[in-house]
Nanobody, 127 residues
Framework: QVVLVESGGGLVQAGGSLRLSCAAS????????IGWFRQAPGNGREGVSC????????FDVDSVKGRFTISRDNASDTVYLEMNGLKPEDTAVYYC????????????????????WGKGTPVTVSS
């Protein structure tokens, strides 16, 4: 059973930082593509960043380049999203997703078709 659990969200001031975690179980992390997505109220789900062992990071949405970094710790089966220089427009529920099709990161942020999703962790950035 593939299970993904996000954590680390909360309320921060603009310019602050958060580190989101996606704890994974039920699969070998290196065999999967792992993506971070976000959805703000009234908006659709947006791809943020994606990582795979075979291909590395294959997309970062332009709005977060230079501020957000995706990484993994295979020993703890955890994927992280380090978020720095947060802006109010980063406010959203952040989700991680996994898929055994390791090339999914090449789809430039498309959320349709990902097999496994966490429940999300909310991030609110105050001005």
């Amino acid at each position: 059973q593939v299970v993904l659990v996000e954590s680390g969200g909360g309320l921060v001031q603009a310019g602050g930082s958060l580190r989101l975690s996606c704890a994974a179980s039920g699969f070998i992390l290196d065999d999967y593509a792992i993506g971070w997505f976000r959805q703000a109220p009234g908006n659709g789900r947006e791809g943020v960043s994606c990582l795979s062992k075979r291909h590395g990071t294959l997309f970062d949405v332009d709005s977060v380049k230079g501020r957000f970094t995706i990484s993994r710790d295979n020993a703890s089966d955890t994927v992280y999203l380090e978020m720095n220089g947060l802006k109010p427009e980063d406010t959203a529920v952040y989700y991680c997703a996994a898929d055994s099709r390791y090339w999914f990161c090449s789809r430039t942020g498309i959320f349709e078709g990902w097999n496994f999703w966490g429940k999300g962790t909310p991030v609110t950035v105050s001005s």
